[in-house]
């Protein structure tokens, strides 16, 4: 059984940084690609960053380019979201997620994920 267990977020003004991080147990963690996607109240659920089993390609939605960096620590089986530059309408609760492949397809969606975490709440205030 493959577990996901979310780390990180909370609340920060904006203009803040925060970091959310996702440790997964269970089968090898280079057997998944790994990702982000993020829910606010009243919203649908959308993507926000993935990244392939070997870090070779990486794919951020346009609203967090630029500010938000998605990585891995294949030898931590931890996948990793530093979140620059916060603004209010990245409030929402974050989702770590795992795809039962090495690579992710284009464009993300939640249905190729096979495994959540709990989710996070982040909250940025104006």
């Known amino acids: 059984q493959v577990q996901l267990v979310q780390s990180g977020g909370g609340l920060v003004q904006a203009g803040g940084s925060l970091r959310l991080s996702c440790a997964v147990s269970?089968?090898?963690?280079?057997?998944?690609?790994m990702g982000w996607f993020r829910q606010a109240p009243g919203k649908e659920r959308e993507s926000v960053a993935a990244?392939?089993?070997?870090?070779?390609?990486?794919y951020y939605a346009d609203s967090v380019k630029g500010r938000f960096t998605i990585s891995r620590g294949n030898a931590k089986n931890t996948v990793y979201l530093q979140m620059n530059s916060l603004r209010p309408e990245d409030t929402a609760v974050y989702y770590c997620?795992?795809?039962?492949?090495?690579?992710?397809?284009?464009?993300?969606?939640?249905?190729?994920?096979?495994?959540w975490g709990q989710g996070t709440q982040v909250t940025v205030s104006s």
């Open positions: 997620v795992a795809r039962s492949f090495r690579d992710f397809i284009r464009p993300l969606s939640p249905e190729e994920f096979d495994y």
């Open positions: 269970g089968r090898s963690f280079s057997d998944y690609a």
């Open positions: 990244i392939n089993w070997s870090a070779g390609a990486i």
